[in-house]
């Protein structure tokens, strides 16, 4: 292994927890200004697609949270549960309620929108980072 | 500003148009990203190009001021990332193809199609 | 016969019998019952299809009644005689129950005012016909009848609909009785011509006229109480019921006098020709049929009130001896085992009552004094000389009346009389007596009309009333004492039994002409049946020729010119967006992508041409970084990026894109009519972006969102919230289909996996 790619290795192994956060900074901040899921999402599955180039497609796929099946449909589940609390609260389905949560005397506005988003970044992220990671991880061969 | 916009998009639509005719498959499936691009663009200049600063509530306002149009970009934020997964799942598909035929071109792929030298009807054996 | 099988059903026949026979003779009786009290013309309204302005609207006038009588009196003989007839045979019941269904949709039709539940009617009539004429659908003959009878019906059918529908726009109603009264109103409509041409297309060819006549002989494949009833009583006459029916709104319209007149008279002389010309007894029977359906063609398109009164009487005088004339041949069939009129002389001895039968029958088909073929003659003949005909047409009509006498002779007194000397493997015998009684019945109404003309007197004036409406029904008298017509009625009989005399030397003699009848219109039908299979698969493989590039650009190019017809035919004020000042970032971007798209053209190698397509996408990420989409930008900018990174990565390991062993060049030939038709299908998209652009904006939607987006979501970024708040549940689909995408490409991936190990 040439030094290079070994840098290139390293550099990678920081680079990745930080595009990560990058992605989810975006996701979150994505209700008031540029950004959101799909954004978000896209960003991760950058990070897992540079990974990818660096190391090996098996290598990303293991540092994905969990299977790429698994992250989009928990992703997608999420989705869909966060509009269930409106209809308990006799709103109309995927309406978002806020709340304001009083967490270690900081106020902190919450709503059932951040897991609808957060569902939409994860299923992003399983979807399309799954189709690519795996795409290369089969025309790899043996790895 | 939209004459400029509209005619580079029809470049890119009929740029996308003539790959896809192309007897290589790769060149299809750079027709159909490039088509899928022009088509976002369509939709995004029929929102109008009125105004650059984004549709973003200024700090202090309650109300959206003369911004751009932000029910196109929705859409297109949408179509853009169904444009890319269909993208994807064709590459799959044409390497999969490809794999199955030994082939990549258009013309030779016909498993399911006839030569023109077939006969219409499928000639039906008598049972044994 | 001698199947057990088939005997032991025939021993069920008695029980039957009354089983077939209860619901004709039901109706037949109810409808004599109640015509006697109702006064008409009778109405009533049923809404079916309101929107469509269609109602099941029943009016029974005369014409319908006498219809009505005609469907269901013969009708109930019918099925009497198909009792006997059918005996024993194991597809009876199927007979019976189209007949009845049959019977049902005739009537339907006649006492419908509404033209298109009419047409539902006439169209079902034409189905069960070919069901009926391909009853016995073992032989081919009989499946190509059936075939040929449901191509010309069906398709005249099809012209009958467009008709009405034209006929309905013109004069905004369906109801025929609205439309006979509005008639004056809308007479000078041009498009009249088209609509009445295809109304008469629906009659001719249901009618047999010229140059659809040629499936009614053949036809006669089908049983022959199928024949008698509807081939030659009642289906064949509801495209001439129509006609009388339209009569009284269209008959002052040249056109419509002129084309009824020839068609009519035309095909009656074909017919007569044609009738010469044939051996089998009921194919004589049918070209005779189709004579006397020309004369009534005719007789409808005549002028005046006389006219009229003469389509009635040859209706009524049709059905009573054309019917038993079939009848007659049936037994013949049943009996001697033959219809060919060589083979079949000296019956008399062997079918007494079947001869007595065709005798009355034939007497007053050859319009013979005393019987009502007699009466409706002299109507006919009144008629033709009130109305100012061409000398030609009279000729002709008198021709057609000669051969129609040389055929009742055949019927009554060649077969019948003289010395029987072909030799026979069994000897002819006499029909039973469920098959005797219905021609009997029939031939001898008609001699009770004949004798006392005035206890039809009502029913034949209100049924001409229906066709002029200015004839009044209480001074029609039938009782015939106009010597001049009788001494042409003389004229007539002589010459047909000249004609009956030298049959067989005119029979030659017309033998030649069969190289014109090879020509004729069935030769057309054929041609035409035959060249179908052949454009069939010669344009199958023009447009499925396997080549996905040409489906694609025969696609295109469909799209293309639809879209370019559409925008042509929109009737847009065609205005373009205006010339504004170019921010020179706007103008920057925009030059990227035409840029990164004309470099396409131009490229070959996979890993360039990725590269030029990926500058698409990065101009438009800027493009909309300067248009105030950041959010588009970022997005597009990842993912441009990802495309641009994995395939580059999948071309790399791939080593190339295409599998080693195949090799195709790489395309560097320009190919125009491609460029052609993408130029085209860009063009149509830039003009119709451009009209959009020009159109004033609707700030409606995207205000409410600018507005809510704060107050009801809580958020700043309208693009997110919309996402992700207003449209949720959209979003919600989008990422359930990209996670179908996944499960669909799953599968594959596996496939590209194990296919390399």
């Keep these: 292994m040439t030094s290079r790619a070994h840098m290139a290795e390293i550099f990678m192994r920081g680079l990745y927890p930080l595009l990560l956060i990058a992605s989810v900074v975006i996701l979150f901040r994505g209700h008031n200004a540029p950004g959101g899921g799909f954004i978000g999402g896209l960003m991760a599955v950058a990070a897992s697609a540079s990974y990818a180039l660096v190391f090996n497609a098996t290598n990303a796929l293991n540092r994905l949270p969990c299977a790429p099946v698994r992250l989009a449909g928990i992703g997608i589940l999420l989705a869909l549960l966060s509009g269930v609390p409106a209809i308990s609260q006799g709103l109309p389905y995927l309406t978002h309620p806020w709340w304001t949560i009083n967490l270690f005397q900081v106020e902190l506005a919450a709503s059932t929108v951040m897991l609808f988003d957060l569902g939409v970044y994860l299923a992003v992220w399983g979807t399309i980072g799954g189709s690519c990671l795996l795409l290369i991880h089969s025309i790899e061969g043996e790895a | 500003m939209s004459w400029a916009v509209i005619l580079a998009l029809g470049t890119v639509i009929t740029a996308g148009i003539y790959l896809a005719l192309s007897r290589d498959l790769f060149r299809c499936l750079i027709g159909l990203a490039l088509l899928g691009n022009g088509i976002n663009l369509m939709l995004f200049t029929s929102g109008r190009l009125n105004s650059l600063s984004p549709p973003i509530i200024p700090a202090g306002d309650t109300v959206l001021g003369a911004t751009a149009n932000p029910l196109a970009q929705a859409l297109v934020l949408t179509a853009i990332v169904i444009s890319f997964a269909m993208l994807c799942f064709s590459l799959i598909l044409a390497i999969r193809i490809v794999q199955e035929n030994r082939s990549d071109d258009t013309i030779a792929l016909r498993e399911a199609e006839p030569h023109s030298n077939d006969p219409l009807k499928p000639i039906i054996e008598d049972e044994p | ?757």
């Excluded at chain 3, 038993?324 to 019956?347: E, K």
């Excluded at chain 3, 100012?388 to 019927?411: D, E, G, K, M």
């Excluded at chain 3, 229906?466 to 007539?492: C, H, Q, R, W």
Aim: proline share 5%.
């Design chain 3, 1 to 757: 016969m001698d199947n057990p099988e088939q005997n032991q059903t025939s021993k069920k026949g008695p029980d039957s019998t009354l089983f077939h026979l209860a619901i004709p003779t039901l109706l037949f009786s109810c409808l004599v019952w109640w015509l006697f009290y109702q006064p008409l013309p009778w109405s009533f309204q049923i809404a079916w299809v309101p929107s469509l302005n269609i109602g099941f609207s029943v009016f029974v006038d005369g014409l319908s009644a006498q219809f009505l009588l005609m469907i269901s009196g013969i009708g109930c003989l019918v099925f009497l005689y198909g009792t006997g007839y059918l005996a024993g045979h194991k597809k009876a019941n199927h007979v019976f129950l189209l007949l009845l269904l049959f019977m049902l949709a005739m009537i339907g039709a006649v006492v419908s005012d509404n033209l298109i539940v009419l047409f539902v009617f006439w169209e079902l009539t034409s189905v069960l016909s070919f069901l009926l004429v391909g009853f016995n659908h073992e032989e081919e003959n009989n499946r190509k009848s059936a075939q040929q009878a449901m191509l010309i019906t069906g398709s005249g059918g099809l012209c009958l609909l467009l008709g009405c529908i034209l006929l309905g726009q013109i004069a905004g109603t369906y109801s025929i009785q609205l439309l006979i009264a509005r008639a004056p109103l809308f007479i000078n409509d041009p498009r009249l011509f088209w609509a009445l041409g295809f109304v008469f297309i629906g009659a001719f060819t249901k009618s047999a006229q010229f140059p659809f006549h040629f499936w009614l002989p053949n036809a006669m494949a089908a049983p022959t109480p199928v024949s008698a009833y509807l081939h030659s009583a009642t289906m064949v006459k509801l495209g001439i019921y129509l006609l009388a029916r339209l009569d009284p709104a269209f008959s002052d319209l040249f056109f419509w006098e002129v084309s009824l007149i020839t068609v009519g008279i035309f095909t009656a002389v074909i017919a007569a020709i044609q009738t010469i010309y044939e051996r089998d007894l009921k194919r004589i029977l049918a070209w005779s049929t189709i004579a006397t359906l020309g004369t009534l063609v005719m007789l409808v398109g005549m002028p005046g009130e006389g006219a009229a009164l003469a389509t009635a009487a040859l209706f009524f005088a049709h059905a009573l001896y054309k019917a038993p004339l079939f009848f007659v041949a049936g037994n013949l069939d049943h009996g001697a085992g033959t219809r060919q009129i060589d083979c079949l002389t000296g019956m008399r001895r062997y079918m007494p009552w079947t001869a007595t039968a065709a005798f009355f029958a034939a007497i007053s088909m050859a319009g013979l004094p005393l019987t009502f073929g007699f009466v409706a003659k002299d109507i006919i003949n009144l008629a033709k000389s009130q109305a100012n005909l061409l000398q030609l047409v009279s000729y002709a009509a008198f021709f057609v009346n000669v051969v129609s006498v040389a055929v009742a002779a055949i019927a009554a007194i060649h077969i019948f009389w003289g010395q029987d000397t072909i030799p026979r493997k069994a000897q002819p015998h006499e029909a039973n007596l469920r098959m005797l009684f219905p021609p009997l019945v029939l031939a001898a109404t008609g001699l009770l009309f004949g004798l006392r003309p005035a206890l039809i007197d009502p029913l034949l004036g209100l049924a001409a009333q229906s066709m002029a409406p200015g004839l009044d029904p209480n001074k029609v008298d039938l009782s015939y004492d106009a010597i001049p017509v009788i001494e042409a009625t003389f004229g007539t009989l002589a010459l047909g039994l000249f004609t009956y005399l030298r049959w067989d030397w005119l029979h030659n003699k017309f033998n030649r002409l069969q190289a014109i009848q090879k020509r004729g219109p069935e030769s057309w039908y054929n041609a035409v049946l035959e060249t179908l299979p052949l454009v069939a698969v010669r344009s199958t493989r023009v447009f499925q020729n396997g080549m996905l590039p040409r489906y694609l650009l025969t696609l295109i190019a469909t799209v293309a010119a639809l879209l370019a017809t559409l925008l042509a035919a929109s009737g847009l004020n065609w205005q373009w967006p205006e010339m504004e000042s170019l921010p020179f970032p706007v103008l920057g971007a925009s030059m990227v992508i035409a840029a990164g798209a004309l470099a396409t053209f131009r490229v070959s190698d996979h890993l360039i041409l990725l590269l030029v397509g990926g500058m698409v996408g990065y101009g438009s990420a800027l493009l909309f970084l300067f248009t105030g989409a950041p959010d588009l930008a970022l997005t597009q900018f990842v993912v441009e990026t990802i495309f641009v990174v994995v395939v580059a990565a999948v071309l790399v390991k791939l080593r190339s894109f295409r599998n080693e062993t195949a090799k195709v060049p790489p395309e560097k030939r320009f190919r125009p009519l491609h460029f052609l038709v993408a130029a085209s299908f860009g063009s149509v998209f830039v003009i119709l972006c451009l009209l959009v652009s020009a159109l004033p904006f609707d700030p409606a939607l995207t205000d409410f969102y600018g507005a809510r987006s704060l107050l009801d979501a809580n958020g700043r970024n309208v693009v997110n919230i919309i996402l992700v708040d207003f449209r949720a549940l959209d979003t919600l689909g989008e990422i359930s289909v990209l996670g179908f995408g996944l499960l669909a490409a799953y599968p594959l991936l596996k496939q590209i996996r194990e296919k390399r190990r």
